[in-house]
C-alpha cells in the first residue's frame, strides 16, 4: 500500500541555521505530495504542495522538489527562524490522503 | 470568519461514557473527515464523507459513528468511551474527494482534545 516516511525528530536548530527534512514515499500511481505544518495548539495546515515529478512547492522561505527517480520530496529553508517550530508533516494524496509520523522543529534564538 | 471548527475544543469524560464531536466548515467544500493524532502526533485517517455520503471508513470500531446532517457538518458519535480513546480529534475538508491524484488541499479545524478518564 502507499506509505510516507519522514526522518525522525525532534529536531532542534539555531536560528538561521539551514534545515532539511527528508521525506520518501511509496504509491502505486502518480500522487500530489504535501507539506503541512502544525503550530502548538493548532490543526494543519498547508505549507506547500507539489502535483507532479519535477514541481517545485514553495511558501514562507520553505521549498521541496517533487523527485520521483527517488521518491522523495525533502522539505528545505535556507534560514530558520524562531517562529517556524513547529511540527512538519509530509502527506501524499491518491485516493485518500496519508500522512508521514511527523517531525517536531525546535529553534533556539 | 473560521474556515473549519470544531465544538468542544477540550472534552474529559469519565470511561464507559457517550460523547459527540460537532464540526462545521464553512468552505463550500464538498469533502469532510475525522482524522484521530495520538499522543505521538501520528496522524490516521478514520472517516471521510463527501456530499453526505461515507467514501472511507478505516479501520475504526463500531463504536464510533459519524454522521452528516448536510455537506457543510459532519459530527462525530462515541460510545463506550475507552482509555485508548483519549487523543486529539481533528475535523478537516476539501474541496473535492480524494480519488485519483487529487490535488485538493485539505482544510483542519483547531481539533478536539479528548480525554478519557
Known amino acids: 500500500g502507499n506509505s510516507v516516511t519522514q526522518m525522525e525528530g525532534p529536531v532542534t536548530l539555531s536560528e538561521e541555521a539551514f534545515l532539511t527534512i527528508n521525506c520518501t514515499y511509496t504509491a502505486t500511481g502518480y500522487p500530489s505530495l504535501f507539506w503541512y505544518v502544525q503550530y502548538p495548539g493548532e490543526g494543519l495546515q498547508l505549507l506547500l504542495k507539489?502535483?507532479?515529478?519535477?514541481d517545485k512547492g514553495s511558501n514562507k522561505g520553505f521549498e521541496a522538489t517533487y523527485r520521483k527517480e527517488t521518491t522523495s520530496f525533502h522539505l528545505e529553508k535556507g534560514s530558520v527562524q524562531v517562529s517556524d517550530s513547529a511540527v512538519y508533516f509530509c502527506a501524499l494524496s491518491y485516493d485518500k490522503v496519508i500522512f508521514g509520523p511527523g517531525t517536531s522543529l525546535s529553534v533556539i534564538p | 470568519d473560521t474556515a473549519v471548527s470544531q465544538t468542544p475544543k477540550y472534552l474529559v469524560t469519565q470511561m464507559g461514557n457517550d460523547k459527540s464531536i460537532k464540526c462545521e466548515q464553512n468552505l463550500g467544500h464538498d469533502t469532510m473527515y475525522w482524522y484521530k493524532q495520538d499522543s505521538k502526533k501520528f496522524l490516521k485517517i478514520m472517516f471521510s464523507y463527501n456530499n453526505k455520503e461515507l467514501i472511507i471508513n478505516e479501520t475504526v470500531p463500531n463504536r464510533f459513528s459519524p454522521k452528516s446532517p448536510d455537506k457543510a457538518h459532519l459530527n462525530l458519535h462515541i460510545n463506550s468511551l475507552e482509555l485508548g480513546d483519549s487523543a486529539v480529534y481533528f475535523c478537516?475538508?476539501?474541496?473535492?474527494?480524494?480519488?485519483?491524484?487529487?490535488?485538493?488541499?485539505?482544510?483542519f479545524g483547531p481539533g478536539t482534545r479528548l480525554t478519557v478518564l
Open positions: 507539489a502535483t507532479k515529478a519535477d
Open positions: 478537516a475538508s476539501s474541496q473535492g474527494p480524494t480519488s485519483g491524484t487529487s490535488t485538493d488541499t485539505q482544510y
